[in-house]
């Protein structure tokens, strides 16, 4: 069973900057890919960012690429998403998410998620 749960969202304002967290229960975190998506208000829940069990090898949706950092601590079984220079429509509910295959986890997202966690961007 693998549990995820983040953490870190909240309100701020545009230009400012929030960390993420996403902590990972369950066996054989270090070997997932993880991912970030996101659902903003009337919209579907799309990918943001995601970085492979390495912890080297990452991937941005074009949307946050330069602006968001995803990192991960395996010794910690937790997943980062450094947002910074935030926008408006930033605004969302952020889920992360894993799955055994890349190619799912920066798609259509993983079999495991979290419950999410609201960000609100201020104008």
């Known amino acids: 069973q693998v549990q995820l749960v983040e953490s870190g969202g909240g309100l701020v304002q545009a230009g400012g900057s929030l960390r993420l967290s996403c902590a990972v229960s369950g066996r054989a975190f270090s070997m997932y890919p993880m991912a970030w998506f996101r659902q903003g208000p009337g919209k579907e829940r799309g990918f943001v960012a995601a970085?492979?069990?390495?912890?080297?090898?990452?991937y941005y949706s074009d949307a946050v690429k330069g602006r968001f950092t995803i990192s991960r601590d395996n010794a910690r079984n937790t997943v980062y998403l450094q947002m910074n220079s935030l926008k408006p429509e930033d605004t969302a509910v952020y889920y992360c998410?894993?799955?055994?295959?890349?190619?799912?986890?920066?798609?259509?997202?993983?079999?495991?998620w979290g419950q999410g966690t609201q960000v609100t961007v201020s104008s």
């Open positions: 998410t894993a799955d055994g295959a890349w190619g799912v986890v920066t798609t259509t997202g993983g079999r495991y």
């Open positions: 970085i492979m069990s390495n912890g080297v090898t990452t």
